[in-house]
């Protein structure tokens, strides 16, 4: 089945920097790749997501890149704000009914 | 719209009760999914519905039942408890397939099993 990995497990960046979280997948039929953010004690919630006839995403300061080839896909906080704290999750499909997550990046923006 | 809701929002078990988790949504959406949350181990499936009427196993489904009672509504059910089920449980709703819609979340339950 798909394998999703992702890097880094914890980032901490200071206000107004920019953060790139990177994720990796095995399936190459896999073809839709969103990101979930995940504030303590809350529900995941769909920040931005990709498809695979695209190859760059963005949204205010957040952006995802896909490259097919080497199977792996990045998102990009730029300006990133003490509210940007909290876990990020990012997943694949192959199958068109079900993600496979990965395990999740704890980032952490320090005024 | 209330979206996706569960019960109950905690749960204590002891070894070898049984509990069912429940999970509803009134968006009209098609396909249902059930999670487990550990530290570290990010979202993993479980069961899914893609549609009223079937259910397919996910990733982890060993001691886990699902029954899709209607279209709304998608239950979890652990015959026997043990402490590695201690967890998080999300259920999620996709309108129609994953990459034409957003999965949505409900809040989840924290299970603990002593």
């Known amino acids: 089945g798909e394998n999703v990995e992702q890097h880094p497990s914890t980032l901490s960046v200071q206000e107004g920097d920019s953060a790139v979280i990177k994720c990796t997948y095995s399936?190459?039929?896999?073809?839709?790749f969103p990101w979930y953010k995940q504030e303590l004690g809350k529900r995941p919630q769909l920040i931005i997501d990709?498809?695979?006839?695209?190859g760059e995403k963005k949204d205010q300061r957040i952006a995802v890149t896909l490259n097919k080839t080497a199977k792996h896909f990045s998102l990009h906080i730029t300006e990133t704000q003490p509210e940007d704290s909290a876990v990020y999750f990012c997943a694949a499909s192959p199958s068109g009914y079900a993600l496979n997550f990965g395990k999740g990046t704890s980032l952490l923006v320090t005024p | 719209n209330a979206g996706v809701t569960q019960t109950p929002k905690f749960q204590v078990l002891k070894t070898g009760q049984s509990m069912t988790l429940q999970c509803a949504q009134d968006m009209n959406h098609n396909s249902m999914y059930w999670y487990r949350q550990d530290p570290g181990m990010g979202l993993r499936l479980i069961y899914y519905s893609a549609s009223e009427g079937t259910t397919d196993k996910g990733e982890v489904p060993n001691g886990y039942n699902v029954s899709r009672l209607n279209k709304r509504e998608f239950s979890l059910r652990l015959e026997s408890a043990a402490p590695s089920q201690t967890s998080v449980y999300f259920c999620a709703s996709i309108l129609s397939g994953v990459g034409t819609d957003t999965q949505y979340f409900g809040p989840g339950t924290r299970l603990t099993v002593l």
């Open positions: 990709i498809r695979s006839n695209v």
């Open positions: 399936d190459s039929a896999s073809n839709y």
